[in-house]
Every structure is written in C-alpha cells, then in structure tokens.
C-alpha cells in the first residue's frame, strides 16, 4: 500500500505562478495527491520576514489557493522558516511566533510545516529548544496538523558543514520529546537521496519514534549545478516508501511546472523501461505529439543537460520552437537561462 503523496512546493529561485499552482493540483488532485505545502524559499515571508505578515494581496491569493486545493481533494499546509528562534527563544519571540501562527490559520490551513532547516544548528539544546517551539505551535493550530523539518533532516554530512556539527544525539531527544502526534520530515541519507533502503526507513522511524515524513528532493532542480538539467526520468528506489514506513510521501518538484508533472505520474504507474514510462506520463500530460519528442529528447535534456553541444540545443530550439504548449516553451526558456538559479539566490533567498 503506497503512503499517501503530496508536494512540498520548497525550492530555490522563481517560485510558481498562482495559475502554474492551480494547473499542477488539477492534474495531480484528481490523480490521487492529498497534500500541498507550500513554502517556496522566494517567499521572504515565510522566511527572512517570517515575522511579517503577507501583504493583502498575496494573503488573498495564498487563502484562494487553500480553497482551489480542497476543492480538488488535496490538504493546504504552509511551511514557515522562523529564522533565530533556534538561539534565542524568549518571551518577546515566542509572542511574536504566536502572532504569526495566529495570522497563518486565518488563511484557512489545513495543517503547518515548521522548517528548521537552513539553520545554524549546533546548539547542545537544540532539541529541547525544538520541542518546546513545536509543542506552543500545536497549542496554537487548533487543532490543525503539524510537521517538523530538522536542523539535521538527513544523514548526509553537508549539513554538518554547512550549519555547524549536529550535537549529540540530536535526532533521538526530537524523537523522544515530541508528540508523537507531530510529523518529522526526512530526505533520506543524503540531502538529495537516490533511494530508501526499507534498512534505512526502518532505523530512522525507530530513531524518530515514528515513521518519517519524506521530503523527497527528486526531481527539484533548483540550485547552481542542478537547474542545468531537466529531471523528467522516473522515479527509481522508492519500492520502501509504502505506508507501512512511511507516513507521508512529499515530493519536492522541478521548477518547471509542466514538466514536472512528468516524473510525478510516474510515481502511480506500474514500472517498465524509463522511456516508455516518460512517453507514457508526457503523452497524458500534454499530447502525443509533445510527448513523443520529449521521450525521444530524454537523454539530453535530463542526462547531458545544458552540457550538450551547440548543434544539439540549435536542434532543439527548432524542435520545440514551433511547440505552442507551455511545456515546450519552458524548454525553451530553460535553453536561454531563464531557469538559471545562483549561489547567491540559494545563499540570500
């Protein structure tokens, strides 16, 4: 029995349009997704002015997103970023937190994400911290669910160098001091993990005292190296991440948003060759013809990437050129570097 699936909307760069979010829950509502969270890092204020409430406008627009989604069967959760709560947690934070909480379920959320990632972490109290932060906020939702993102959300030593050595037994005292009620994000052994290992999934439950919510970083391509690719091959090693493991399954997508449709419907197909399985979710995506070419193109666009020769994208402008779907054009746009994501955007954002 497979968990149930959902998008986490939590990459770098140009986030989504409203009419891009709308599309991508009417294709995968219907095809049995039941969770979006929403916490693209474009948006400053569910990160660097977390403490700021959204302006009008983007409020309005953030509460229509919440009804489209349930409209289509799919839970709304936000995920907020709430930068130096981590070293500083005192009265004056944790009623400025409170506001903020407050404001958010005004928006009609079914549920929040409390990200601690891309956070300097290595605190001997950290996880008390957590736990103490986390259960306020689940006094505060109403009774709306809660999950958890890590400082450390994976075993992957990157995070150690980035963010400061984990402090010891970090992980086991979040486990043992939260709720069980609350959900704990996990990406597996590495920060962007080609597989789950039923090994892996079975020691991190036991670890977290509970099954891990995946944050699974395939197929995002956010970020310097990764947007020069186009990650349309299907999924592969997630064999484990059944329900019985897994409490919910997260997908992280690619920054185009039609393309991206493309792997995530072949997480419900019954397997074969990669080609035939892209083929097969391209051409029920956006047509035969179109997805006939992007199955033919699939070697380049996802494996050589912006790497390919100067003759190979020429062919492809003209390929895809003449294209009118939105698909084609974000190959196009992907060609002429208006995907590209930098350092400096992952660093500030």
């Not at 998008?7 to 599309?23: K, L, N, Q």
């Not at 993102?149 to 979040?174: I, M, N, Q, T």
């Not at 912006?306 to 196009?332: C, K, N, V």
Request: charged share 25%.
């Amino acid at each position: 029995m497979t968990a149930p699936l959902g998008i986490v909307e939590g990459f770098f760069g140009r986030p989504y349009s409203w009419a891009e979010r709308g599309m991508m829950a009417d294709a995968l509502g219907p095809r049995g997704f039941m969770h979006w969270t929403y916490a693209p890092k474009a948006d400053r204020y569910l990160r660097r002015d977390w403490q700021i409430p959204h302006p009008a406008q983007e409020a309005e627009a953030l509460a229509a997103f919440g009804v489209h989604l349930r409209a289509r069967g799919m839970a709304f959760s936000v995920g907020l970023s709430p930068l130096g709560l981590n070293e500083g947690y005192d009265a004056t934070a944790r009623a400025t937190l409170k506001q903020r909480i407050g404001q958010l379920c005004d928006l009609g959320i079914d549920a929040l994400a409390l990200l601690f990632d891309d956070m300097k972490g290595d605190f001997p109290d950290l996880a008390a911290t957590q736990v103490r932060i986390a259960h306020d906020v689940v006094d505060w939702l109403g009774g709306r669910a809660l999950t958890l993102c890590p400082s450390y959300y994976s075993d992957d030593p990157v995070l150690d160098r980035v963010f400061g050595a984990r402090p010891e037994g970090y992980l086991e005292a979040l486990g043992q001091g939260l709720d069980p009620a609350i959900g704990i994000y996990w990406t597996g052994e590495k920060v962007c993990s080609a597989d789950y290992p039923a090994s892996h999934l079975e020691r991190v439950a036991e670890t977290l005292r509970r099954p891990p919510t995946l944050w699974d970083n395939y197929p995002v391509n956010d970020g310097p190296r990764m947007y020069r690719h186009l990650h349309l091959r299907p999924f592969s090693g997630r064999e484990a991440c059944g329900a019985s493991t897994v409490a919910r399954h997260e997908i992280n997508p690619m920054t185009q948003a039609h393309l991206g449709l493309i792997p995530l419907l072949t997480l419900l197909d019954e397997g074969g060759c990669a080609t035939a399985r892209v083929e097969a979710a391209a051409v029920a995506l956006l047509g035969a013809e179109l997805g006939q070419m992007i199955a033919e193109d699939l070697i380049v666009l996802h494996d050589t990437g912006l790497d390919m020769a100067d003759t190979e994208q020429t062919r492809l402008r003209r390929r895809y050129g003449t294209q009118a779907h939105p698909a084609a054009r974000e190959i196009i746009d992907w060609l002429d570097g208006k995907t590209a994501i930098s350092l400096d955007e992952v660093q500030t954002q």
